[in-house]
């Protein structure tokens, strides 16, 4: 079984709006990362989360913050977004705690329209 | 700098025939790996390469990495309308942690 979920599918809000995606994984994956992917774009990494730690942070913007309460789940947490900060938020997986060998899963993405 | 270039960026065809898709780079790669992805959902890992010079099948498709680790191809026999998608190459340098992706193919089968 290769499955990331995330929920919720679609998500609407206004720029005062506090709320978060999820991300689980059951496959024993030790590395958790969020993109973001603008239409027509590849996906643009955001984080990586190694061993439940913070490993890389591609000098994202305050008003999205990470969370890995455990090995298989990954939140992202949203507040004060802007009407450019609307994408398709994905998040991955890969086996290895990441690193140039490791092979990342994606979930099927959360599409996001901040208005 | 896009150090993966896909081409070509979009390609329009007839069910029943062949294509392929190309990825390259001037850097070498450890691994290479091919995603197709569908409007409004995640990519979809098709393969992994990680040798140089390997060819894997999949069914119809057929994923080739360079000698030099510079590059691969995905080539599709008898495309079918279910092949529709964007294809998406991606790979790691040696050493460095951050997956890099292609430009990108954007690939439609007509019946």
């Known amino acids: 079984d290769t499955e990331v979920t995330q929920t919720p599918k679609h998500l609407v809000m206004g720029m005062t709006n506090k709320k978060s995606l999820k991300c689980e994984q059951h496959m024993g994956h030790r590395a958790m990362y969020w993109y973001k992917q603008k239409a027509k774009k590849p996906p643009e990494l955001m984080f990586v989360y190694s061993y439940e730690k913070l490993s890389i942070n591609e000098s994202v913007p305050s008003r999205f913050s990470p969370e890995c309460p455990n090995s298989s789940l990954l939140n992202l947490h949203l507040h004060a977004l802007q009407p450019e900060d609307s994408a398709l938020y994905l998040c991955a997986s890969s086996p290895s705690g990441g ?15 901040v208005l | 700098t896009q150090l993966l270039e896909q081409s070509p ?37 098709l393969v992994t390469v990680v040798t140089g010079g390997e060819v894997k099948k999949l069914k119809r498709l057929t994923f080739q990495f360079g000698d030099a680790r510079k590059d691969s191809s995905l080539h599709i026999t008898a495309a079918q309308p279910g092949d529709t998608g964007l294809y998406l190459c991606a790979g790691h340098r040696f050493f460095t942690d951050k997956l890099i992706f292609g430009t990108g193919t954007r690939l439609q089968v007509f019946p």
Request: glycine content about 12%; some cysteine.
């Open chain 1, 99 to 113: 690193g140039f060998t490791d092979t990342q899963y994606f979930g099927p993405g959360t599409r996001l329209t």
């Open chain 2, 9 to 45: 960026q979009f390609l329009s065809i007839q069910e029943g025939e062949n294509l392929t898709v190309y990825c390259n780079s001037s850097s070498v790669f450890s691994s290479l790996q091919w995603y197709r992805q569908e409007p409004g959902e995640g990519p979809v890992l």
